[in-house]
């Protein structure tokens, strides 16, 4: 019998774990999919939102500025790739400077600081690739980039390393109400998990996941948001994050650095009917590029080294829902964007509505927090010799385009929550993240992974449950 169960493992679900981790509680994390990170955390913008977006009486705008705060530290003590860029929303007229002066008084009331309303010059003076026709900006110094992947895996390794159970490879499928404890049937062999307290963090899965242990009350609204990534060899496009002003539609197209040093273009904003459809069509990509165009005129997207899509669990409550929405049952559902960056926030809001409807929370005597990772490009160039030496691994280079040695790859395996994929190991120690995308290197990261876990080359996978690379031996 477990103390709580979350059911999802999203940063939303990832968050609450790492938090709830310091109480002396029984806590498992319930994931459908091979690994943490599979849902909307892992295909998003990747931005830390400064918070002048949200409706400050909404519950996104309460908790935006909370979590980016936080955000910022966590990547600091957890070792998350981050890089506190700034952004810019870019007036091209009148009317939208007007709407500057708006989400600058929302920024202030949610409680930003240091943001500015500036002339299109001044905007230029910090982007020189900006369009001339860009009027004025509202410039945010609190945002950022982040690894969205390492910053949930950070904090599911240290939930895991206090003691939370993880259960990958595990679907929900119906809940039932047993006196004072819910049981949870998955599809697999457990004949119904036990557990006080259930959290739905299931992400555009939620209002099913709801619906499953109390009446309807909010329907997800899955929005597609599809991008472009480009090279780094495009040189210094952007130094900071550059949106167009918003609309109701949403935040609009929005051009970034991300933390490899690439770029990203997008998201468009389409409600779409399958839920799991990440793919990408040509008609959206051009219109991303033309809008995109609009605030770099230089742009080119010729650079695109991959298109990719996420979904965002919009509801038709237009917030986050965080309810409890039964006994021992809490919602923290919907959490479209800015959720990545509010992630911290809502897992403190979650454990002070958990200790409210009855969960007891008793400091854990011994919690080891932290995380440190060794990535071998950021090692100076004086001491790389001296390194190889003592960690002889390092020294062989298997991804070229992001300098990822086999020692990186060989940590990666023997952290809390190894990968199972050539992909999972990707988003761990960045190995085909470059310009090839994995061509070279990722029949190089299958055999390692093989012969550091001893399994069958033919059993691993690219990415999800089946993706399969080999279908069989051609010679014994
Ligand atoms: C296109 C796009 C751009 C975005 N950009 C940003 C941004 O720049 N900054 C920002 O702050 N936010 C951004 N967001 C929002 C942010 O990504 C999300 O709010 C956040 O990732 C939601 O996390 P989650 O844990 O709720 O959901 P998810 O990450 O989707 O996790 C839910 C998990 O639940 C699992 N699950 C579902 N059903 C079941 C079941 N029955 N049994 C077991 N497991 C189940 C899923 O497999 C999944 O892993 C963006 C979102 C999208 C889609």
């Not at 099913?208 to 929005?223: K, S, V």
């Not at 399958?274 to 770099?296: F, K, Q, Y």
């Not at 002070?352 to 009855?358: I, K």
């Amino acid at each position: 019998m477990y103390d709580l169960a979350i059911i999802g493992a999203g940063v939303i679900g990832s968050a609450l774990a790492y938090t709830l981790s310091a109480y002396d509680l029984r806590i498992l994390l319930i994931e459908k999919e091979n690994d943490v990170a599979m849902g909307a955390s892992r295909a998003n913008t990747a931005l830390i939102h400064a918070g002048f977006d949200p409706l400050s009486e909404s519950l996104m705008g309460q908790l935006n500025v909370e979590g980016m705060r936080r955000c910022y530290e966590l990547c600091r003590e957890l070792d998350v790739e981050h890089r506190n860029t700034g952004a810019m929303v870019l007036a091209f007229s009148k009317e939208e400077e007007e709407t500057l002066e708006v989400l600058f008084q929302r920024g202030l009331a949610n409680g930003c600081r240091g943001l500015e309303i500036i002339s299109g010059q001044a905007a230029r003076e910090k982007e020189p690739h900006l369009s001339g026709e860009v009027f004025a900006a509202l410039w945010a110094p609190e945002a950022g980039v982040i690894n969205p992947w390492e910053f949930t895996l950070a904090m599911a390794e240290v939930a895991v390393r206090n003691g939370a159970e993880l259960r990958l490879n595990t679907e929900v499928t119906g809940l039932a109400r047993e006196g004072t404890v819910w049981r949870i049937e998955t599809g697999g062999e457990d004949r119904g998990i036990r557990a006080r307290f259930l959290v739905n963090a299931a992400g555009v899965e939620s209002d099913r996941i709801h619906n499953m242990a109390a009446p309807p009350a909010f329907q997800i609204l899955p929005t597609r948001g599809q991008y472009y990534l480009l090279d780094r060899t495009v040189g210094p496009l952007v130094h900071s994050i550059l949106f167009n002003t918003p609309t109701r539609a949403g935040k609009g197209v929005t051009v970034s650095p991300t933390i490899h040093d690439n770029f990203l273009i997008g998201p468009d904003s389409e409600i779409i009917c399958d839920r799991t459809d990440t793919g990408v069509t040509r008609s959206a990509l051009d219109e991303i590029a033309r809008l995109a165009r609009r605030i770099i005129p230089s742009l080119d997207v010729r650079a695109s080294i991959r298109n990719f899509a996420g979904v965002r669990a919009n509801s038709c409550h237009n917030d986050f829902f965080i309810d409890m929405a039964a006994e021992g049952f809490l919602d923290l559902a919907a959490i479209k964007s800015p959720g990545l960056t509010a992630a911290p926030a809502i897992a403190r809001l979650a454990r002070d509505l958990l200790e409210e409807a009855g969960l007891s929370m008793t400091k854990k005597e011994k919690w080891t927090g932290g995380r440190k990772v060794v990535r071998f490009k950021e090692i100076p160039e004086a001491e790389r010799e001296t390194f190889i030496r003592d960690h002889p691994l390092y020294g062989r280079v298997i991804c070229r385009c992001e300098a990822i040695t086999e020692g990186e790859i060989v940590a990666a395996m023997q952290r809390e929550i190894p990968p199972v994929s050539v992909d999972r190991m990707k988003r761990r120690a960045g190995t085909g993240m470059g310009r090839c995308q994995g061509g070279f290197c990722g029949p190089r990261v299958l055999e390692i992974m093989a012969r550091e876990t001893g399994r069958d080359p033919l059993e691993i996978e690219e990415d999800g449950r089946g993706s399969y690379i080999l279908t069989g031996r051609t010679k014994e």
